[in-house]
């Protein structure tokens, strides 16, 4: 076997053989729970009231692409539909591929569809993570202080995230001049190209903090909501938890599947609501399996949708 062969199968059997050993595992832990125990919530939930949830988590995946739609706004106009399909897309492999892999996947289809090269996309993506980044440890800092009456010194870590991309955005002009002064090279463009592509005005940077934390909003309080229908936990207690999983997703240590990390971070942020061990893992496995089976369900839901590229191709004489 020549080193090129070795070196192109052995990315392959490492990814196969980390969703052999995570399933092995989960395997495990669905033995140790039980299946019983494992399905018994999901029969006290009701169809309509699952469905809703089920609603409500596509209807976070349109804000996601009504963020990425308005950011792009110029070359975008009147391409919801294809956005759409890119972002959720996105999401799916984000969920499934492990060390955040799936985020390769941006780039490339907003040039796929869109033409966009990745000198513009990779940026703004990092500013959608750090602005993500901030809803998500605001909202647990605060249910944690609501759930839990942490001392005031808590506090100081909300102060100092609430400005922080406000601080970021201010700042942008100030750095771009420090950059533009150094000597030429490919880092000098780099850096210069990112700092372009932050928000150009206030109206745009507020319509972006506003569509991500709306997003955040409805995604985390539905996971809230469903974790504490398969676990006797209060909303303060739930959403922490569900904070806790989804934190994981978007940090960069990410198993494949998202399967043993998310439900590691459930576990952690349930530990100090005093849930036995065993309640919140079943708790962790089963919201895992509502995240990861309504990003598939959305993912077949955009299938059929036609994105710019189809959409010539049909139009040109065959």
């Given at each position: 076997m020549t080193s090129s062969a070795h070196s192109s199968i052995s990315p392959r059997l490492k990814i196969l053989l980390a969703w052999v050993l995570v399933l092995t595992v989960l395997t495990g832990v669905v033995a140790w729970i039980g299946p019983d125990r494992l399905l018994a919530p999901w029969r006290l939930i009701s169809a309509p009231s699952l469905g809703l949830a089920l609603l409500l988590m596509v209807l976070s995946y349109a804000l996601r692409a009504l963020r990425i739609q308005r950011y792009f706004i110029h070359e975008l106009r009147g391409q919801f539909w294809p956005t759409l399909k890119l972002s959720t897309w996105h999401i799916l492999l984000n969920n499934f591929l492990p060390m955040r892999t799936g985020e390769i996947s941006f780039?490339?289809?907003?040039?796929?569809?869109?033409?966009?090269?990745?000198?513009?996309?990779?940026?703004?993506?990092?500013?959608?993570?750090?602005?993500?980044?901030?809803?998500?440890?605001?909202?647990?800092?605060?249910?944690?202080?609501w759930g839990m009456g942490l001392p005031d010194a808590w506090a100081i870590l909300v102060i100092i995230l609430v400005p922080a991309p406000v601080l970021i955005f201010l700042a942008r002009h100030r750095v771009r001049r420090v950059i533009a002064a150094r000597p030429e090279g490919k880092w000098r463009g780099r850096l210069l190209g990112s700092v372009d592509s932050l928000p150009q005005s206030i109206a745009h940077f507020l319509a972006t903090l506003g569509w991500t934390w709306a997003n955040w909003l409805i995604k985390l309080l539905t996971l809230a909501w469903v974790l504490a229908h398969v676990a006797p936990l209060g909303l303060a207690a739930a959403l922490a938890g569900a904070i806790g999983g989804d934190l994981t997703t978007v940090l960069p240590i990410h198993a494949p599947g998202g399967f043993g990390t998310f439900e590691a971070g459930v576990v952690l942020a349930l530990q100090p609501f005093g849930l036995d061990a065993t309640s919140a893992l079943a708790a962790a496995v089963n919201l895992h399996l509502f995240v990861l089976g309504s990003s598939l369900l959305a993912a077949l839901m955009v299938l059929l949708i036609k994105v710019p590229g189809q959409t010539e191709q049909e139009r040109e004489p065959r």
């Amino acid at each position: 076997m020549t080193s090129s062969a070795h070196s192109s199968i052995s990315p392959r059997l490492k990814i196969l053989l980390a969703w052999v050993l995570v399933l092995t595992v989960l395997t495990g832990v669905v033995a140790w729970i039980g299946p019983d125990r494992l399905l018994a919530p999901w029969r006290l939930i009701s169809a309509p009231s699952l469905g809703l949830a089920l609603l409500l988590m596509v209807l976070s995946y349109a804000l996601r692409a009504l963020r990425i739609q308005r950011y792009f706004i110029h070359e975008l106009r009147g391409q919801f539909w294809p956005t759409l399909k890119l972002s959720t897309w996105h999401i799916l492999l984000n969920n499934f591929l492990p060390m955040r892999t799936g985020e390769i996947s941006f780039p490339i289809l907003m040039q796929r569809y869109f033409t966009l090269p990745a000198s513009r996309t990779v940026p703004v993506l990092l500013w959608f993570r750090l602005l993500d980044l901030q809803a998500i440890v605001l909202l647990g800092l605060l249910a944690a202080i609501w759930g839990m009456g942490l001392p005031d010194a808590w506090a100081i870590l909300v102060i100092i995230l609430v400005p922080a991309p406000v601080l970021i955005f201010l700042a942008r002009h100030r750095v771009r001049r420090v950059i533009a002064a150094r000597p030429e090279g490919k880092w000098r463009g780099r850096l210069l190209g990112s700092v372009d592509s932050l928000p150009q005005s206030i109206a745009h940077f507020l319509a972006t903090l506003g569509w991500t934390w709306a997003n955040w909003l409805i995604k985390l309080l539905t996971l809230a909501w469903v974790l504490a229908h398969v676990a006797p936990l209060g909303l303060a207690a739930a959403l922490a938890g569900a904070i806790g999983g989804d934190l994981t997703t978007v940090l960069p240590i990410h198993a494949p599947g998202g399967f043993g990390t998310f439900e590691a971070g459930v576990v952690l942020a349930l530990q100090p609501f005093g849930l036995d061990a065993t309640s919140a893992l079943a708790a962790a496995v089963n919201l895992h399996l509502f995240v990861l089976g309504s990003s598939l369900l959305a993912a077949l839901m955009v299938l059929l949708i036609k994105v710019p590229g189809q959409t010539e191709q049909e139009r040109e004489p065959r």
